[in-house]
Structure formats: structure tokens, C-alpha cells
């Protein structure tokens, strides 16, 4: 089985509400990571998770702020967005095998795709 | 640093055409390379990946064959459907880059009856 699970699918926010995304899989991978992709372009990368600790952040905004809990969830917490941070987020896994990361597949999930009014 | 070059889209076929969609990259180490397929409304799905030189990727009829000497990874099916219609991304990692994936601009493929 290689789901990673999304949720919301849709959410509609303010710009001064507070949202949270959720992204869960059972694979036992030890890497876990946010997307932002917009229409017609491919995913752009923001954050990696690697054994629960945070190991990339592309210099994303701080109103983006994400959590890993445990191995199996992260969740990317949003707070004052702008309506350009509209986008579907992607969360995607992988297992992550040392020092020979870069061969490892990552699974994406469904996406949540996310508007700011 | 790393990157990925698909070609154009949108690319537009008749069911049962051959397809080809080409893609190089450029990397500092040995990536290892992936075909990413992205139909409407959904997200990406892993339809192959090759680790090293001369592999051969294969997955619901779609091919791809890691060539180092010439740096691309061009993805093939012999007989298209319409059910194929989606965005097709190219994508590579390697040892300088962990985790990080590197993405083409994605091809987008319309396949008609």
C-alpha cells in the first residue's frame, strides 16, 4: 500500500483566519514533506521532515508553519495568509534509507486544494 | 545545480498514436530519475523511476530508459488512450540534493478519440 492521505480536500479561508492541513501515511516513512503547487507549474518544495525533525525549509513564509507530531503525520499550519498562497499543497513520504536518500521514491497524496478571499 | 528539461506541451494525440515525451536533465552526481503523472484534480503518482545507466523503467505500458551518455530519460507508450490524458512531470534527485526533487515544467498530454 503506498497512500498518503490529505485532508481537507477544499478549504476556503480568510486572510486572518487559522487553518490547518493534515497529511498521514502507514508506509513507515521517515521522510515527510509539504508542496505547493500552482495551476500549470510543477510542485515547488517548502518543507522535509526527515525522523520527525524539521531538515528543510526553502525559505518559506512564517505564516506557513508545520508540525510533525509523529512518523506518520505532518501538519502545516496556517495563519495570515494572502490570497497569492492560493494553491493545491501537496504532502508527499518516502522511506529514506540513510545516506542513500536520493534514490528513494516519494509518494504524494490527493492534495488539498487550498483558496484565501 | 541539478535540473530537468521536458518538452513543450500541450501535446495533442489520437487514441492508439505513439508517444514520446523528451526529457534531459543536468546533475552533479548520478540522480536517480522519475516519470511523475498528474491527472486533473489529483495529485502526483509515481509512474517509473530508473537508479542507474541502461535501467528501464516500465509501468502500465509506459516506458523509459535511462541514457547517462546523452543525459535524458524520454518517456515512450506504444499506443495512447484517452484515459492517458493528464500532465506527465520528468523528475530527478541525487546524492547533492538528499531529498529534494528536481521537476520538469511538465508535459501536459490530450489524447482524443
Known amino acids: 500500500d503506498t497512500e498518503v492521505t490529505q485532508t481537507p480536500k477544499h478549504l476556503v479561508m480568510g486572510m486572518t483566519n487559522k487553518k490547518s492541513l493534515k497529511c498521514e501515511q502507514h508506509?513507515?516513512?521517515?521522510?515527510m514533506y509539504w508542496y505547493k503547487q500552482k495551476a500549470k507549474k510543477p510542485p515547488e518544495l517548502m518543507f522535509v521532515?526527515?525522523?520527525?525533525?524539521?531538515?528543510i525549509n526553502e525559505s518559506v513564509p512564517s505564516r506557513f508553519s508545520p508540525e510533525c507530531p509523529n512518523s506518520s503525520l505532518l501538519n502545516l499550519h496556517l495563519h495570515a495568509l494572502q490570497p497569492e498562497d492560493s494553491a493545491l499543497y501537496l504532502c508527499?513520504?518516502?522511506?529514506?534509507?540513510?545516506?542513500?536518500?536520493?534514490?528513494?521514491?516519494?509518494?504524494f497524496g490527493p492534495g488539498t486544494r487550498l483558496t484565501v478571499l | 545545480g541539478d535540473s530537468v528539461t521536458q518538452m513543450e506541451g500541450p501535446v495533442t494525440l489520437s487514441e492508439e498514436a505513439f508517444l514520446t515525451i523528451n526529457c534531459t536533465y543536468t546533475?552533479?552526481?548520478?540522480?536517480?530519475l522519475f516519470w511523475y503523472v498528474q491527472y486533473p484534480g489529483e495529485g502526483l503518482q509515481l509512474l517509473l523511476k530508473?537508479?542507474?545507466?541502461?535501467d528501464k523503467g516500465s509501468n502500465k505500458g509506459f516506458e523509459a530508459t535511462y541514457r547517462k551518455e546523452t543525459t535524458s530519460f524520454h518517456l515512450e507508450k506504444g499506443s495512447v488512450q484517452v484515459s492517458d490524458s493528464a500532465v506527465y512531470f520528468c523528475?530527478?534527485?541525487?546524492?547533492?540534493?538528499?531529498?529534494?526533487?528536481?521537476f520538469g515544467t511538465g508535459t501536459q498530454l490530450k489524447v482524443e478519440l
Open positions: 508527499a513520504s518516502s522511506f529514506t534509507r540513510g545516506t542513500a536518500q536520493w534514490r528513494d521514491t516519494q509518494y
Open positions: 508506509m513507515g516513512h521517515r521522510a
Open positions: 521532515y526527515s525522523y520527525e525533525k524539521l531538515s
Open positions: 546533475a552533479t552526481g548520478y540522480p536517480s
Open positions: 530508473a537508479t542507474k545507466a541502461d
Open positions: 523528475a530527478l534527485s541525487d546524492r547533492e540534493g538528499g531529498n529534494k526533487l528536481t
